[in-house]
């Protein structure tokens, strides 16, 4: 992570991949608010063209693409008149990220974020990392490339931001392990026996976060925090035993860290995400944030416990892919995905979902199919391959009770 500072006088230049979405509007509230110190270079969206255009035009965006081919026509009326450029597919939203912005938010989700991510990292950019897939799916070669190049990887999401924060308080050789803290989600007290039978109506009641509908299911399997174990590996290169989880259920601390004289540095804050999207539009300073201020003595007090692998058995499976690894991390999050959308479309159980990600897992590593990724076409590759793996072990997974 490179220590690059811009002057406290320059304009800094934004591309947002991803702007329609919870992250992208957090990050253009944070631009709206400090209109200037920033430019927007460049906005995406999947499909939604007026939240798009209605953007474009709001901060006078040189350039915008719609993943949606179709939608092209549709978004060019909607900024006529004006010297916004429009693009449309994939390799426009690929443009997006080549383009000349000395900041872009990677926040396009799913593997369709990978390449555009890689666009603006091959250029040396301040990349915000938002988006899962980049380190579960691609991490080794992800930040090989960034290295390469000079960029900087900076992570949004709040317990990687905590734990990037709280590690310049040491030397890497000092380090015992990092921390991540998990809220419990809505089933943290409940029997093994309940969580399986939950409904999606009780699975989407997150008590501390308001996210959307995947990540809230993730929350709620502890799968989003096996997730994050396989992200903070490759971020800050530390091995599996090096990364322990501890369920914080206020969710005021977001990540810990161990040094060798037996200190631990936590960062805190309200459970805002403009907080570590903050954090990395202003790095290496920090700019003034919109989130509430935290009052310890209004909260009172702050609760911990070790999670339990018996009713969050996707917890250890991420530890065991990480492990495992040639493919194996990519493989755990495309299985997760078919599992919660066959979760939300009523085909399983909740229970199922970590059932369905282990059986795809093995037969990954039964079927000998492990291999070093080496470019994002390895990776798509292989995504790929493991959603039509559990796609067709869902049927038997389903039939399985607990």
Not at 148 to 158: M, T, V, Y
Request: aromatic share 6%; glycine share 8%; net charge negative.
């Amino acid at each position: 992570m490179r220590n690059n500072r811009l002057a406290a006088s320059d304009v800094r230049s934004v591309t947002v991949l991803g702007a329609t979405g919870s992250i992208g509007d957090s990050t253009m509230d944070l631009l709206r608010a400090s209109p200037e110190r920033y430019r927007v270079e460049a906005l995406t969206a999947n499909g939604n063209v007026a939240a798009l255009a209605k953007l474009a035009r709001e901060f006078s965006a040189r350039y915008v693409a719609i993943a949606d081919t179709s939608k092209l026509s549709e978004l060019k009326a909607a900024l006529a008149g004006t010297s916004t450029e429009c693009g449309a597919g994939e390799s426009a939203v690929i443009e997006a990220g080549a383009r000349p912005a000395d900041w872009v938010m990677a926040a396009v989700s799913g593997a369709a974020g990978l390449k555009p991510a890689l666009a603006a990292v091959d250029r040396g950019a301040h990349v915000a990392l938002a988006n899962k897939e980049c380190l579960v799916c691609a991490g080794d070669f992800f930040m090989q490339r960034a290295a390469k190049a000079g960029a900087c990887i900076l992570p949004a999401d709040s317990e990687h931001n905590a734990l990037f924060q709280a590690l310049s308080s040491g030397n890497r050789d000092e380090l015992v392990r990092v921390i991540i803290t998990a809220s419990g989600g809505p089933f943290r007290t409940w029997k093994p026996a309940d969580i399986e039978q939950a409904t999606l109506e009780q699975a989407l009641k997150h008590p501390n976060w308001s996210m959307g509908q995947k990540i809230t299911i993730d929350s709620a399997s502890m799968m989003n925090k096996g997730l994050e174990v396989i992200e903070a590996s490759y971020l800050f290169a530390l091995a599996p035993d090096e990364i322990d989880v501890l369920v914080h259920p206020q969710s005021i601390i977001h990540g810990m860290v161990e040094f060798s004289d037996c200190s631990v540095v936590a960062q805190l804050g309200a459970p805002d995400m403009r907080t570590p999207i903050a954090h990395c539009l202003g790095w290496p300073d920090r700019i003034k944030g919109p989130a509430a201020r935290l009052d310890l003595a209004k909260i009172g007090q702050l609760t911990f416990e070790a999670p339990d692998f018996e009713r969050f058995p996707g917890l250890w499976l991420a530890y065991d892919s990480l492990r495992t690894g040639k493919g194996a991390t990519t493989v755990y999050n495309a299985a997760n995905e078919v599992a919660v959308a066959a979760f939300i479309a009523g085909k399983i159980r909740f229970g199922a979902i970590a059932r369905l990600v282990e059986a795809t897992l093995d037969d990954w590593v039964k079927g000998g199919n492990q291999a070093p990724l080496t470019s994002a076409d390895d990776a798509i590759s292989v995504d790929h391959v493991a959603r039509n793996r559990a796609a067709a072990l869902l049927p038997q997974i389903a039939l399985k009770a607990s």
